[in-house]
């Protein structure tokens, strides 16, 4: 008897609108869900929250059912990066999107209004600024829209109570369209977090959640601390470890452009570029398209880099600062791999970074905060913690530093330093020490730290970074103040002492 071939008409569309030949599982179900509630099917989850790990095939769950349906389809994402992204890929395999964004004129709005009434499109791209306007909500809602998609809908929560406000206003623009259907698409999202998005955008409404495993067992994560970040960022990158192409997060514009061009020194080559933000729109174009062909570049970035921009070979990924919670670092470090092959993820952890505690002020970003830095000191497996604080089971680690045994707790020089300060203690203020680790015949025999690839700045940091974390104290007063002592023994410390220094920072 021949076997008997069903129909699958999602299979064939994902065929010869996107070339996909497969799809997991989980896309079939979304997409099928999608489909459903857009025909009509009272029985068909219309409000999704969707999370699935980074390299899964989010976006075509929502441009796949945008192609096989009639009616809009508007998508939000939370950077122009990503909506200039997502504009080249659906333009290159079918009808160019309308995109909605601050600074167009009139006409030019006019414009694209008039693609979607004469139906030579039905995707619309915006952010949610543009939407939580008035006049673009009635407009929308006159031409009809089918579905709402947010995209990294963990900023809902995350940015909107914080700097943009508008992703607080979400739900007031869904209620002015009346969608037949809402999915919200995340990489990663812990209980609160997904409890946190599911009040702004859905309201009291039943929500249907997919969830896939968040771990990508193709990545291997480390921590590292230091004293001189620019340096250990340096030194991994020119090790066999941590290959190329390569990415490097940094929490601010100003420490993106500076940690670039410290590696651009360091590593003696100009395949270093930073991208941020407050690039122009040409500038971010230039660094985008120079990254996404290169086989040996290191992009420096904040955040703007970090969600959706899609490079399949991206092999390590590596942070200057600790992020803001475990679903930005997963988000974040998920950028490596995404081809399925072996990559890496380490975050590079200093005493500044436990010194931003005092610059969270709420107590929910403060308790995400600190299970950042809980990852940084673990004596567990951190691929365990990672997927662990997104309340998922972790049923076996595919590689990290604790598991294979060769977890870095101190980092170097922080031993030679603070066993100089125990020997000769009230000796040196932090830029005499800086200045005689220079001299190594100014220091006690034996103690004296690693030199090469260390600069000045370097060492000043180092000291400072000792004092900081609390390994080293600083007298405050009286004839010895502005001196360092150990912090562990105190000023009456026996001479020749050497103290304890087991885990960073003190």
């Known amino acids: 008897m021949p076997e008997l071939e069903l129909p699958d008409p999602i299979g064939d569309a ?39 790990p980074t390299g899964a095939g989010k976006s075509l769950c929502f441009q796949l059912p945008a192609r096989m349906v009639t009616g809009i389809t508007v998508i939000v994402y939370p ?27 009139a006409d030019e709005r006019r ?66 369209v ?11 999202a812990s209980p609160a977090l997904l409890a946190a998005v599911r009040e702004i955008v859905f309201g009291d409404e039943p929500v249907h959640i997919v969830q896939g495993n968040p771990d990508r067992p193709n990545i291997a994560y480390a921590a590292v601390p230091s004293l001189a970040k620019d340096r250990t960022l340096a030194a991994l990158l020119r090790g066999a470890e941590y290959r190329r192409p390569a990415v490097v997060f940094c929490s601010s514009r100003l420490a993106a452009e500076m940690t670039a061009r410290a590696l651009r020194d360091r590593l003696a080559t100009r395949e ?81 970074d436990f010194a931003r505690r005092r610059l969270v002020r709420d107590e929910r970003s403060s308790a995400r905060f600190e299970a950042m830095l809980g990852y940084a ?46 020997r000769r203690p009230r000796r040196y203020a932090s830029a005499e020490l800086a200045a005689a680790w220079c001299s190594s015949n100014r220091l006690p025999a034996g103690t004296c730290p690693p030199a090469d690839d260390w600069t000045v700045e370097d060492k000043e940091a180092a000291v400072e970074g000792l004092v900081e ?17 150990s912090a562990r023994s105190g000023i009456g410390r026996k001479r020749g002492g050497v103290p304890e220094l087991s885990r960073f920072p003190g």
């Open 79 to 105: 950077l122009l990066a990503l909506i200039s992204d997502q504009e080249r890929r659906i333009s290159s395999s079918g009808p160019a999107p309308v995109v909605l964004r601050g600074g167009q004129s």
């Open 377 to 422: 000191l673990t004596d567990g497996c951190r691929r365990e913690y990672l997927v662990g604080a997104l309340g998922i089971e972790c049923t076996a680690c595919f590689g990290c530093d604790s598991c294979r045994g060769d977890v870095v707790r101190v980092p170097d020089a922080a031993r030679e330093l603070t066993t100089i300060v125990a």
């Open 272 to 352: 270093v570029k930073f991208y941020h933000a407050g690039l122009s729109r040409e500038e971010k174009t230039l660094v985008e398209g120079w990254f996404f062909e290169s086989t040996d570049g290191v992009l420096v970035g904040t955040t703007a880099y970090g969600l959706g921009v899609d490079k399949s070979n991206i092999r390590s990924v590596l942070h200057r600062d600790v992020p803001p919670s475990v679903e930005s670092y997963l988000q974040e470090s998920g950028r490596a791999g995404r081809d399925t092959e072996p990559a890496r993820a380490v975050l590079v952890y200093g005493s500044e």
């Open 178 to 188: 009346h969608p037949k259907v809402v999915t919200a698409f995340t990489a990663t």
């Open 14 to 52: 994902a065929r010869t609108e996107f070339g996909v030949r497969y799809l997991f599982p989980y896309q079939r179900l979304v997409i099928s869900n999608v489909l459903d509630a857009a025909s009509g099917d009272d029985t068909a989850p219309a409000r999704q929250i969707v999370i699935l």
């Open 111 to 176: 414009a694209a209004f008039g693609r979607l009434e004469r139906h030579e499109t039905n995707t619309v791209l915006a952010n949610p600024e543009v939407l939580a306007g008035d006049a673009v909500s009635s407009t929308l809602r006159d031409i009809g829209i089918l579905h709402v998609v947010l995209d990294e809908a963990h900023c809902v929560a995350e940015w909107g109570l914080t700097f943009r406000p508008a992703y607080l206003r979400i739900r007031e623009f869904i209620d002015a």
């Open 469 to 485: 974390g609390g390994s080293i104290k600083r007298i405050s007063r009286g004839p010895w103040r502005r001196r360092l002592v």
